[in-house]
């Protein structure tokens, strides 16, 4: 029997390849994003693959939707084996200048959307005693960046409640496991990255980030190659916790794990080339 995933954020970037990937694989494919267009591409994609598939036009905030979402799927295919919570926003700015309801609203994205998905799907998962919760964190889900403090709030945040519930859900079978990349190149940075005003105080090292970052995105991992990486801990038997899928991400987790602060942060400041 074909193997059931559900996906959010499914259109685009890194949550479209892996759609594709394990449908090439043979699994049924099910997922939901906001942006119809791009769900109606793909659903011609998956259709010349011959693919099995239930795409929906609905938001992560939807949290009535999101459950007769999951109510449609496993009547549909009777189970869900995997479920990949993809969908986050970026947030960008200087924390003193932060406006809290937009921050707020990131929050809701990010982390209590998370939360929506795997609520809705984990109690199918425990009666069947088996499944797999895939969830997209980052590497400033434990190595923070400066001008990032929302956005690695909300990643730090998504770590210590999956770190939480895989407590919780490993006696009935569940396999829980994050993703961790850097920087990918999409334009999931661009939509967040907006400047201080020029008066800020902040505004020269803003620039400066930006730049850098701009030029760290345009030779990072591309969506396929990240895809390939987050497929192969899909398929797994056994997933690890922790999965980077690029070498940022690798190399400053392990510089966070043994150095000591100070040099961490020199490090850090010099790559992104906002040393005072």
Same mark, same amino acid.
């Given at each position: 029997?074909?193997?059931?995933?559900?996906?959010?954020? #499914?259109?685009?970037?890194?949550?479209?390849?892996?759609?594709?990937?394990?449908?090439?694989?043979?699994?049924?494919?099910?997922?939901?994003?906001?942006?119809?267009?791009?769900?109606?591409?793909?659903?011609?994609?998956?259709?010349?693959?011959?693919?099995?598939?239930?795409?929906?036009?609905?938001?992560?905030?939807?949290?009535?939707?999101?459950?007769?979402?999951?109510?449609?799927?496993?009547?549909?295919?009777?189970?869900?084996?995997?479920?990949?919570?993809?969908?986050?926003?970026?947030?960008?700015?200087?924390?003193?200048?932060?406006?809290?309801?937009?921050?707020?609203?990131?929050?809701?994205?990010?982390?209590?959307?998370?939360?929506?998905?795997?609520?809705?799907?984990?109690?199918?998962?425990?009666?069947?005693?088996?499944?797999?919760?895939?969830?997209?964190?980052?590497?400033?889900?434990?190595?923070?960046?400066?001008?990032?403090?929302?956005?690695?709030?909300?990643?730090?945040?998504?770590?210590?409640?999956?770190?939480?519930?895989?407590?919780?859900?490993?006696?009935?079978? #569940?396999?829980?496991?994050?993703?961790?990349?850097?920087?990918?190149?999409?334009?999931?940075?661009?939509?967040?990255?907006?400047?201080?005003?020029?008066?800020?105080?902040?505004?020269?090292?803003?620039?400066?980030?930006?730049?850098?970052?701009?030029?760290?995105?345009?030779?990072?991992?591309?969506?396929?190659?990240?895809?390939?990486?987050?497929?192969?801990?899909?398929?797994?038997?056994?997933?690890?916790?922790f999965n980077q899928v690029d070498f940022m991400s690798t190399f400053f987790l392990g510089l966070n794990r043994f150095l000591p602060q100070k040099l961490k942060d020199k490090i850090l400041l010099?790559?992104?080339? #906002?040393?005072?």
């Amino acid at each position: 029997m074909s193997k059931v995933i559900v996906i959010s954020g #499914i259109a685009q970037g890194m949550g479209r390849e892996v759609s594709l990937m394990l449908a090439a694989k043979g699994y049924t494919i099910c997922g939901f994003d906001i942006e119809k267009k791009h769900l109606d591409s793909l659903s011609s994609e998956l259709t010349k693959l011959n693919a099995n598939f239930h795409l929906e036009t609905l938001s992560i905030t939807e949290s009535d939707k999101i459950l007769k979402f999951k109510d449609s799927v496993i009547k549909k295919f009777g189970k869900v084996d995997t479920v990949v919570s993809n969908v986050g926003i970026g947030f960008f700015g200087p924390f003193e200048e932060v406006d809290l309801n937009k921050a707020l609203q990131c929050f809701d994205i990010n982390v209590i959307g998370c939360a929506r998905l795997l609520q809705a799907f984990i109690p199918s998962m425990r009666k069947a005693s088996q499944g797999k919760l895939i969830v997209m964190s980052s590497l400033v889900g434990q190595v923070p960046f400066p001008f990032e403090s929302i956005y690695s709030a909300t990643k730090f945040a998504i770590e210590g409640m999956v770190s939480s519930l895989r407590y919780e859900v490993s006696p009935f079978g #569940i396999q829980v496991a994050m993703i961790q990349p850097a920087q990918v190149s999409t334009n999931f940075a661009a939509k967040a990255q907006k400047l201080p005003e020029k008066e800020s105080p902040y505004f020269e090292r803003c620039v400066r980030f930006i730049d850098r970052d701009n030029d760290l995105i345009r030779s990072a991992t591309n969506p396929k190659q990240a895809a390939e990486r987050i497929v192969k801990v899909i398929v797994s038997n056994r997933p690890k916790l922790f999965n980077q899928v690029d070498f940022m991400s690798t190399f400053f987790l392990g510089l966070n794990r043994f150095l000591p602060q100070k040099l961490k942060d020199k490090i850090l400041l010099d790559h992104m080339n #906002i040393n005072v």
